[in-house]
């Protein structure tokens, strides 16, 4: 079985930060972690097999309890509302000027 995302080897008592960490998904293959994010007032211990969405901004500290191995995926990046927002123009003026050209406006 193949799994998308970064494979991330901890030795016992390491720790990795990530930041701006909402929405990525940690999946331990092996051994255990326990997951502290910013803003949030509950930790969290994920066993080997175990999984979490991070679901808070900001950063993220993943401490291995013990030897341990995990897949994480970064959620694919969201447009910003700016952008959505000049898409949505760009597509009324598309729809408004050929509704005007087909006029012969």
Do not use: C
Request: net charge positive; no cysteine.
């Amino acid at each position: 079985m193949q799994s998308s995302g970064a494979v991330v080897v901890l030795q016992s008592r390491e720790m990795i930060r990530l930041e701006e960490a909402s929405g990525t998904k940690l999946r331990v293959r092996r051994g255990s972690v326990w997951i502290t994010q910013r803003g949030d007032h509950k930790d969290y211990y994920v066993p080997a097999n175990g999984t979490i969405t991070l679901d808070r901004p900001g950063l993220a500290l993943v401490h291995a309890l013990k030897p341990a191995e995990l897949v994480v995926s970064r959620p694919a990046p969201q447009p910003s509302l700016a952008a959505r927002v000049a898409r949505a123009v760009a597509g009324w003026v598309a729809r408004r000027f050929g509704l005007l050209a087909s006029l012969g406006l």
